[in-house]
């Protein structure tokens, strides 16, 4: 009787070996082809951390001078014009570097880019592409609509008050945190 089960059990073994090896090879290969064409989550990338790291620096800087009854509080000042120049430059070039290593998953809360961008404070436009956006992405439209926010304040009647500088550029810093915490992710 013993001899009989184990006869039985090889016969599974054997089986097993024969059909369910191959086929876990076979998907494990198909993965590895897979995961060559396309990129589930994107690669770290020093720039973005970088960058943003160091536009965190630049929006305090320009905030705590705001507050502070400098030039920046003036929405026509040159320091306030520089200062939305330069942000606006460096979240395009990011965003369209984030475009080119977009990730094959798109980030799950990209429909909420909808109601940020039909605010009327809100001056970007959502890019057509908006639900195909990674999380990379999606973050850095975030920053995007804040910094209008910030925008906004200033722009509404010309100087941006205290409360509203630390208000909007609290808002600011916070999703810039949150984008350098995504980037940080994939390190």
């Known amino acids: 009787m013993l001899i009989g089960r184990a006869e039985k059990v090889g016969e599974a073994a054997l089986e097993y070996a024969m059909f369910y090896r191959p086929v876990r090879c076979s998907v494990a290969a198909l993965l590895l082809v ?6 589930l989550v994107a690669p770290y990338d020093v720039v973005f951390d970088q ?6 620096e ?3 800087t320009f905030t705590a001078a705001a507050i502070s009854g400098r030039p920046q509080r003036l929405s026509s000042s040159k320091e306030a014009v520089e200062y939305y120049a330069s942000a606006y430059n460096l979240l395009d070039r990011l965003a369209q570097r984030a475009q080119l290593t977009r990730a094959s998953i798109s980030c799950p809360t990209n429909e909420q880019l909808v109601s940020f961008s039909r605010l009327p404070s809100s001056m970007s436009v959502l ?5 195909s956006f990674d999380c990379r992405e999606f973050q850095l439209y975030s920053v995007r609509y804040y910094l209008d926010q910030l925008n906004y304040g200033h722009r509404n009647d010309g100087v941006l008050k205290p409360g509203e500088a630390r208000s909007y550029g609290g808002q600011l810093q ?3 945190l949150g984008a350098i915490a995504t980037f940080a992710v994939t390190k």
């Open 127 to 131: 890019p057509e592409d908006y639900r």
């Open 174 to 176: 916070v999703a810039t």
């Open 51 to 56: 960058s943003l790291n160091k536009f965190s």
């Open 34 to 39: 897979v995961s060559a064409c396309s990129t």
């Open 58 to 60: 630049d929006t305090a």
